[in-house]
T-cell receptor, first 113, second 119 residues
Framework: DTEVTQTPKHLVMGMTNKKSLKCEQHMGHRAMYWYKQKAKKPPELMFVYSYEKLSINESVPSRFSPECPNSSLLNLHLHALQPEDSALYLC????????????FGPGTRLTVT | AQTVTQSQPEMSVQEAETVTLSCTYDTSESNYYLFWYKQPPSRQMILVIRQEAYKQQNATENRFSVNFQKAAKSFSLKISDSQLGDTAMYFCAFMTRNAGGTSYGKLTFGQGTILTVHP
């Protein structure tokens, strides 16, 4: 199974809402990533978890809160978002930070109204 | 810090023909990986091909091959016998192998090239 799954596929939320994005992989990978991608732009790295510990935070605003409950799951908690946060949020995983291949999920299309 | 430049925002090719996508990069690292990722309109990003910087031989994967010029810091992707399913956005990306650096574990992407294959 070489699949990274993400739920939901689409999410519309108001600026006062709290929601969560979920990412799951069952490849035994120990590194997981959150990216934000605007239309026709490259993905921008947000967070990296390695062995369930936050390894990289790319100075992301605190309204985005990542969580890695176990080695297969990665969540992104959203609170008080702004319209400019509307984007495609991609999750990825790799065997480890030292491993070159990242496997990407299909993404969650987020719209903030 | 590393930078990756893709100078062709959009390209098009006829089915069955060959197309080359350009990528240049800048780094002071000596040990790194280079990648081409493909993102079709359905959005899922997949790895097309990878190149280890220490290998002189150009990587190939079926219809996809690269021209890696380390001294020139150039990494182009050639797609032979283009197919309609090759229509996608293609990203060139860099990753350091230096575990001590702040960029460890990070992919640095270029701005992407939208490739359209016409029937």
């Amino acid at each position: 199974d070489t699949e990274v799954t993400q739920t939901p596929k689409h999410l519309v939320m108001g600026m006062t809402n709290k929601k969560s994005l979920k990412c799951e992989q069952h490849m035994g990978h120990r590194a997981m990533y959150w990216y934000k991608q605007k239309a026709k732009k490259p993905p921008e790295l947000m967070f990296v978890y390695s062995y369930e510990k936050l390894s990289i935070n790319e100075s992301v605003p605190s309204r985005f809160s990542p969580e890695c409950p176990n080695s297969s799951l990665l969540n992104l908690h959203l609170h008080a978002l702004q319209p400019e946060d509307s984007a495609l949020y991609l999750c990825a995983s790799s065997q480890g930070l030292q491993t070159y291949e990242q496997y990407f999920g299909p993404g969650t299309r987020l719209t903030v109204t | 810090a590393q930078t990756v430049t893709q100078s062709q925002p959009e390209m098009s090719v006829q089915e069955a023909e060959t197309v080359t996508l350009s990528c240049t990069y800048d780094t002071s690292e000596s040990n790194y990986y280079l990648f081409w990722y493909k993102q079709p309109p359905s959005r899922q990003m997949i790895l097309v091909i990878r190149q280890e910087a220490y290998k002189q031989q150009n990587a190939t994967e079926n219809r996809f091959s690269v021209n890696f010029q380390k001294a020139a810091k150039s990494f182009s992707l050639k797609i032979s016998d283009s197919q309609l399913g090759d229509t996608a956005m293609y990203f060139c990306a860099f990753m350091t192998r230096n575990a001590g650096g702040t960029s460890y574990g990070k992919l640095t992407f270029g701005q992407g090239t939208i490739l359209t294959v016409h029937p």
